[in-house]
């Protein structure tokens, strides 16, 4: 079982920058694991941001995120990380962190079989 805990979120102007984290637990090892992150935000499905294959290549949200945004992972501290810089109030939502085995960083939600609770990104402008 693997368990995600997300962190880092919080209330921020337009411009500025956060780096979320999601650290694993349990009986794991986060190399062998895809991570995704997606957000939600009011009244909208949840959509994809960002995902790192467990062979490292990197997928972003073409639109929204990429160029802003740069997801990583520190294996060592078995945690994933989120720096987003230039933020948008668009970019208000809840944020989570997915984990898929050994998978290659799908945008897809549905592939990704553990999910943490979410963290709260707010932007204003």
């Known amino acids: 079982q693997v368990q995600l805990v997300e962190s880092g979120g919080g209330s921020v102007q337009a411009g500025g920058s956060l780096r979320l984290s999601c650290a694993a637990s349990g009986r794991v090892r986060l190399s062998d694991y895809a991570m995704g992150w997606f957000r939600q935000a009011p009244g909208k499905e949840r959509e994809f941001v960002a995902a790192?294959?467990?062979?490292?290549?990197?997928?972003y949200s073409p639109d929204s995120v990429k160029g802003r945004f740069t997801i990583s992972r520190d294996n060592a501290k078995n945690t994933v990380y989120l720096e987003m810089n230039t933020l948008k109030p668009e970019d208000t939502a809840v944020y989570y962190c997915?984990?898929?085995?050994?998978?290659?960083?799908?945008?897809?939600?549905?592939?990704?079989?553990?999910w943490g609770q979410g963290t709260q990104v707010t932007v204003s402008s």
């Open positions: 997915a984990a898929d085995y050994l998978g290659r960083g799908t945008t897809e939600d549905y592939a990704y079989e553990y």
């Open positions: 790192l294959g467990w062979s490292g290549r990197s997928t």
